[in-house]
């Protein structure tokens, strides 16, 4: 059982390794697919109605920490560093006494999800922590660095190194692992040592990758155990089995009480978070929107930028799936369109493929295409029809809705001159980013909410009267700048 779960555990993290190193928009309807699977992403989604959730908490309830154990990329990812020290002779485990305060981790997480201060549920989650470390390793190796990109290489490399070190010492302060552990408290399945036979030759403990065997007092941690197996293939008189085979307690049994229905409260916070308590109020949480507008622009299907932010858990999944590269999180965790270097593709809907908690939503087409996520903004006096009087038409060809338009400048035979016409912009920015004027003619701004436009013009030139009417570019052209 030992090696069927590190094949699983090694095989699930070697797949979001591939995941999040992937080439751009590559195999996306998969990656979605695998992220809809991780316990942390969907509990935030859509709260305890999740099927990954329900899963997985059952299984705790019957035997403990199962997800920990083998589905969990972060927590693969420290086993393997902590077996390659102790491969190495440089470390060894070592029963490590918990620390009671990080049973109000959840709590806090779920606190933040109500509350919608993003840091408090985003910088414990293992998903989250994994997909920033490795993408932002990916984005330095690429020369792209920023303060935001170096804080979530550097707090990677902590767990890392703390893992080489000490072993699985995340999954101790983990919200998804705490509350699994609070579930295991009552697994009748769970791993357990049966102490009348127990000799305290201490292999167990020194096998053990979260620290939470203790061979002198003949016990393992329930609510911390992975189920890594790894003391169980080591106990030379098998007296590590599933079930409880413990010593009962002598006493504390009405504090125990106590403790694990508090736990259990808690975890049930974390769980349902801020989709339980809109469900309690009757509240519909697709329709609530920010009416003021962002400073930035969000993806398309975010809806609002409360929407967005209440449930993204920055796994950074739209970050790899968007196919030219401008859904980025350089300066902030949760991801963002920045505009300038390429434009929102006019029938791309990958990044709501991908999305495991619905804080992006999965668009049509169709609906896509008709979805603003921003609005532009048009200078003329920075035209360089205007100053310099040179033909042009760059924007009106390339805008995908047609909201730009030619029409003849009056005084100046031959030339067009750009007008903007906002009700069909989308705020795809193609505009901004084929404009040859320096300073640039557009400027980008995003909206919140993002809400239906016009849908597309019938044509993007005023054919006007005989005089004044310009033919359009073709594909054959080229733009005269």
């Not at 959840?106 to 414990?124: H, K, N, T």
């Not at 072993?167 to 040592?193: I, K, N, Q, Y």
């Not at 007092?217 to 590590?240: Q, T, W, Y």
């Not at 962002?294 to 449930?311: I, K, M, N, T, V």
């Amino acid at each position: 059982m030992f090696c069927a779960r590190g094949i699983i555990a090694v095989s699930c993290f070697a797949i979001f390794l591939w995941a999040y190193s992937r080439p751009r928009s590559f195999c996306n309807d998969f990656a979605g697919y695998l992220l809809n699977f991780q316990f942390s992403a969907r509990a935030v989604g859509v709260g305890a109605t999740a099927g990954a959730v329900l899963i997985f908490l059952m299984a705790a309830f019957a035997a403990g920490r199962i997800f920990c154990s083998a589905f969990c990329p972060m927590g693969a990812l420290q086993e393997l560093l902590w077996r390659v020290s102790g491969a190495l002779k440089i470390s060894r485990g070592k029963y490590i006494s918990p620390r009671k305060i990080r049973y109000i981790v959840p709590l806090v997480s779920a606190a933040g999800i109500i509350a919608v201060v993003r840091a408090m549920f985003i910088i414990p989650d293992p998903i989250s922590n994994f997909g920033r470390g490795i993408l932002g390793i990916s984005l330095v190796l690429e020369g792209v660095i920023t303060p935001q990109v170096l804080a979530s290489v550097a707090f990677f490399l902590v767990i890392a190194s703390a893992a080489f070190w000490r072993g699985r010492r995340f999954c101790d302060w983990c919200p998804v692992g705490t509350v699994l552990g609070f579930a295991s408290f009552v697994a009748p399945m769970r791993l357990a040592l049966d102490s009348h036979g127990c000799v305290s030759c201490g292999l167990c403990e020194k096998s053990c990758p979260m620290n939470c065997v203790d061979a002198s007092g003949k016990k393992i941690d329930s609510d911390r155990c992975v189920l890594c197996m790894g003391c169980a293939s080591v106990c030379p008189g098998e007296f590590i089995r599933f079930g409880r085979r413990g010593s009962p307690a002598p006493d504390g049994r009405r504090r125990n009480f106590i403790k694990r229905a508090c736990a259990f409260i808690i975890g049930a916070g974390y769980l349902g978070g801020r989709n339980m308590a809109d469900l309690a109020r009757g509240i519909d949480v697709r329709a609530k929107v920010s009416r003021e507008a962002a400073s930035f622009a969000l993806p398309p299907g975010a809806l609002s930028e409360e929407y967005f932010s209440s449930r993204c858990v920055a796994c950074q999944m739209c970050v790899k799936s968007c196919p030219v590269g401008i859904i980025r999180a350089d300066d902030a965790p949760q991801p963002v369109v920045v505009y300038g270097t390429d434009y929102c593709q006019f029938n791309c809907v990958e990044c709501g493929k991908v999305c495991p908690t619905n804080a992006i939503t999965r668009l049509d087409v169709e609906t896509k295409r008709v979805t603003r996520i921003g609005l532009s903004r048009l200078t003329l006096s920075r035209c360089v029809v205007v100053t310099k009087l040179q033909a042009c038409g760059a924007c009106a060809e390339v805008c995908p809705t047609h909201a730009l338009r030619m029409e003849r400048y009056e005084g100046n035979p031959g030339l067009t001159i750009p007008v903007f016409d906002k009700d069909y912009c989308i705020g795809c920015g193609a505009c901004l980013c084929v404009c040859p004027a320096d300073p640039t003619a557009f400027g980008m701004t995003g909206v919140s909410p993002q809400i239906p436009t016009l849908g597309m013009r019938t044509a993007a030139y005023d054919e006007g009267d005989e005089d004044g009417g310009v033919r359009p570019m073709t594909s054959d052209d080229d733009f005269p700048f």
